[in-house]
């Protein structure tokens, strides 16, 4: 996780992550490895310590534009929400008890108080004890307590919304009881010891909601048109959200603002008063955006080729930094022959990666070999046993199931053509070329919207499609249980289910021993190969582009956008 990979010369002049914050008390102060700020160069290896700190006696500007093409997915609700965006907003809106120190590894040493003040482990692991901040009060007038705690936890394992966070990473699995012993203190009973619940903890999901915005019998809080209030179930955060505009199911605007109530006002957050969150259609259009003055921020997602030609322009700041996002190709089970390994192996080596990387994405971005990203603890090249366009392989395996030149196996692939995913329709023509170039395989492709995407997705309906994954919590967990194990999985509705497979995941979940650990990380991603039910494609980078007075931006390994950090100083 804390390295930086396959950043080509194509990006060698970048102005790079630069953590500078207003006023910032010790709850923000730490460490970070990324490079410093250069005439727009950059040492890609280099380590440094970045206080996060500025004069204050700068003046900022009260209000930030922030331009992207992203949208929420189904709602901001900790209980629902499964997507980036969405745990984006959750991230503003509000508060953990734990949070990761921004510019961090985003390891256990990295965690920071945020609503609980402190906590401790009990010596076997199975229980957590955090102790939370007084006074801290709703927008309802209420104080927050250990019952709202517990609540938002139980909350969310009894709604168990198939398609959300809390089944997608177990949290039943893992948590067993939560007492809450008095009303400043709260007690977390776990199953098994579990190495990265402090991590989970910092996870969207754990977000605490106000139970009375957020009622246990509804699956969740949806998008109330004209009523910010009802639309979202949490009010602990930096920002309250005050509107929020959609026409036609597709989000226009956001405006976020700062919360008096917020725990850490005091220290000075959030550093601007109100965010404006700009909806646009495509890369393009947010590119003119940028470069027309628009928005003061722009944040996923720009094209290659916008990165590339925004990089000349000195006007602009290019923002950069290491990233954990993957995509991946799936293969439905339910619909044959694609039930058979034979034929998933197949598929599996006939892909060719080069051209994703290279000439999509013109060397931003990295082949990936395992569901595990490069860079990340047990990460393994396991996929490279089958190859990249290893024709040789797909003929022979796909001959021994009755498929030839002449009797060719026919697929369906699926890609998402509304800009939520960054250049699926050129990724989806990549990846159609390669496999057919196999002379066995014929590849009919269909673009279709996200929500239709969704809603084939849960019919089952799709033979291949792809999705993307950022990470919930920084452990290589992550991105096992929630696409591996058959209950973490069900979210992908892509019926891939081994009582091996779930029996190994569960198995590295509750050891503590690092290297009984990574003896079943590494027979995890083997048995990935064999079973090949996804297929890892490659592993991008993290961008975003803004005005030469904007400051605060932290594009850092947890993939937490933290807006509260935002800033842009006003001209003197």
């Given amino acids: ?41 950059i040492t890609m290896t280099q380590t440094v310590t970045t206080t996060l700190t500025q004069a204050a006696t700068t003046a900022l500007k009260d209000t930030l534009i922030v331009g992207t093409t992203d949208s929420v997915q189904s709602s901001i609700d900790p ?73 938002s936890f139980e909350r969310g394992m009894k709604i168990a919304n198939p398609d959300g966070a809390f089944v997608g990473i177990g949290y039943d699995s893992i948590i ?102 700009r909806f646009y259609s495509d890369a393009t259009a947010l590119r003119l955006a940028i470069e027309a003055g628009e928005v003061d921020l722009a944040y996923r997602h720009l094209a290659p080729t916008d990165i590339q030609s925004l990089l000349q322009k000195p006007e602009l700041k290019v923002w950069q930094g290491p990233s954990q996002f993957i995509q991946y190709l799936v293969i439905q089970e339910r619909i044959k022959p694609l039930d058979d390994p034979r034929v998933r192996r197949a598929i599996a080596a006939a892909v060719d ?19 595990i990203p490069n860079g990340m603890a047990y990460h393994s090249d396991v996929f490279k046993k089958l190859g990249d366009a290893n024709y040789t392989y797909a003929k022979s395996t796909l001959a021994a199931v009755g498929y030839s030149e002449s009797k060719k196996l026919v697929l369906d692939l699926w890609y998402e053509s509304s800009g939520h995913y960054q250049s699926s329709p050129e990724i989806a023509n990549v990846l159609k070329s390669s496999l057919e170039k196999s002379g066995v395989i014929q590849v009919n492709l269909h673009g279709v919207d996200w929500p239709t995407y969704r809603t084939n997705m849960r019919a089952e309906s799709m033979q291949l499609f792809v999705l993307g994954w950022y990470p919930d919590y920084v452990d290589s967990d992550n991105y096992l249980f929630p696409f ?10 892509y019926n891939y289910n081994s009582s091996k497979m779930d ?64 800033f842009a100083t006003k001209e003197q």
Wanted: one cysteine or more.
């Fill in 176 to 277: 067993d009881t939560i007492e809450a012993v008095s009303k400043y203190q709260v007690k977390f009973n776990l199953k098994y010891a579990c190495g990265f619940f402090g991590q989970l903890m910092a996870a969207a999901p754990s977000y605490i909601v106000n139970p009375r915005f957020a009622p246990m019998k509804f699956f969740r809080i949806n998008y109330t048109e004209g009523d910010a209030r009802a639309s979202s179930p949490m009010d602990l955060g930096p920002y309250v959200l005050t509107s929020w505009t959609r026409v036609g199911g597709k989000d226009q605007e956001m405006r976020f603002d700062a919360n008096p109530n917020y725990w850490n006002a005091a220290a000075g957050y959030p550093k601007t008063k109100h965010i404006v969150l």
């Fill in 484 to 493: 591996l194990h058959s209950s973490g999985s069900s979210w992908i509705h």
């Fill in 353 to 371: 990666r080069k051209p994703l990387t290279d000439v999509v994405f013109l060397g931003q971005a990295t082949p990936l070999y395992s569901m």
């Fill in 1 to 41: 996780m804390s390295t930086r990979k396959g950043v080509s010369n194509t990006v060698a002049g970048i102005l790079v992550i630069l953590i500078v914050v207003a006023g910032v008390g010790g709850y923000f102060a730490g460490t970070s490895t990324v490079p410093p700020v250069g005439e727009r160069t």
């Fill in 503 to 566: 029996s190994l995941v569960e198995q590295q979940r509750a050891t503590l021993d690092p290297e009984k650990r990574a003896q079943l990380m590494a027979s995890i991603q083997d048995l990935l190969v064999e079973d090949s039910p996804l297929v890892p494609l490659f592993q991008a980078s993290n961008w975003a582009v803004s005005k030469p007075d904007v400051g605060g931006v932290v594009l850092d390994i947890s993939m937490i956008f933290r807006y509260n950090l935002l």
């Fill in 79 to 151: 209980s629902d929400a499964y997507d980036f965006f969405g745990w984006e907003v959750i991230q503003t809106l509000g508060s953990p008890l734990i949070d990761i120190a921004p510019g961090s590894a985003a390891g256990p040493k990295d965690l920071v108080p945020a609503l609980a003040e402190s906590w401790s482990v009990s010596s076997d692991g199975l229980t957590w004890t955090f102790n939370l901040r007084k006074g801290v009060m709703s927008s309802d007038g209420v104080e927050f307590t250990a019952e709202d705690v517990k609540y």
